[in-house]
Structures are given as C-alpha cells and as structure tokens.
C-alpha cells in the first residue's frame, strides 16, 4: 500500500489540526495504521494506531492521550489525526505508516511494511 499524508501547517498553541492519509490499494482496511512523528534532531517517535477494519482498537503515546484521536475511514482509504490542544513540543513531521501486523502500541520505528511522506506541523506563536 502507498500512502501519502498531508495537512500540516502553521497553528498557534492550543489550536487544532487535522492530519490525513491516503492510501492506494484496494485492500486499506485490512492494514493497522499508524502516525509517528520526528521532530528535529530527535528520533521518530510513535504517536497513535489504529486496529484493521472495524477500528475497535486505539493506542497513544502518552504525550498524545487525551488530545490526538486516530479514525478511519475505509471506504475513503483514508486515516486520520485530530489533534486538539497543541503545543510547540508537537511541532514535528508527521508520517503515517500502514503494516499488516497489529502491534499494539508497541509500534516500531523501523521495519514497518509502508511510509508515507511525512508532513510539517508547526505549533507557534
């Protein structure tokens, strides 16, 4: 599968974003999906998941919980990331990933099966 994400930007702290993520393929809703994000000079880090099809089952960093929710939409091949309450230490590329394995939140940085292109989410004043 490829993904693509997109909706980044510029967003003053406390604001909100939605982050989305498209897929090829005729198969999306059989992938668990994914959002990682790098900030720069660090390590990508995990941010949330999504369980295949139904979606039944979400994990968060704990930076996140409470202010990220992940959703899917397998009719539109799409993943999505509303991030609510932002703050500059969010600021990062955001990557979507998509792998048939459900790791649960134990995501790993490497090895998954897709990437898509990350996109840009600032958070300033």
């Known amino acids: 599968v490829q993904l693509q994400a997109s909706g980044g930007g510029l967003v003053q702290p406390g604001g909100s974003l939605t982050l989305s993520c498209a897929a090829s393929g005729r198969t999306f809703g059989a992938y668990n999906m994914a959002w990682f994000r790098q900030a720069s000079g660090k390590e990508r880090e995990f941010v949330a998941a999504?369980?295949?099809?139904?979606?039944?089952?979400?994990y968060y960093a704990d930076s996140v919980k409470g202010r990220f929710t992940i959703s899917r939409d397998n009719a539109r091949n799409t993943v999505y990331l509303q991030m609510d309450s932002l703050k500059p230490e969010d600021t990062a590329v955001y990557y979507c990933?998509?792998?048939?394995?459900?790791?649960?939140?134990?995501?790993?940085?490497?090895?998954?099966?897709?990437w898509g292109k990350g996109t840009l989410v600032t958070v300033s004043s």
């Open positions: 990933a998509a792998d048939p394995k459900w790791y649960g939140g134990n995501w790993p940085s490497y090895g998954i099966n897709s």
């Open positions: 999504i369980i295949s099809w139904s979606g039944w089952s979400t």
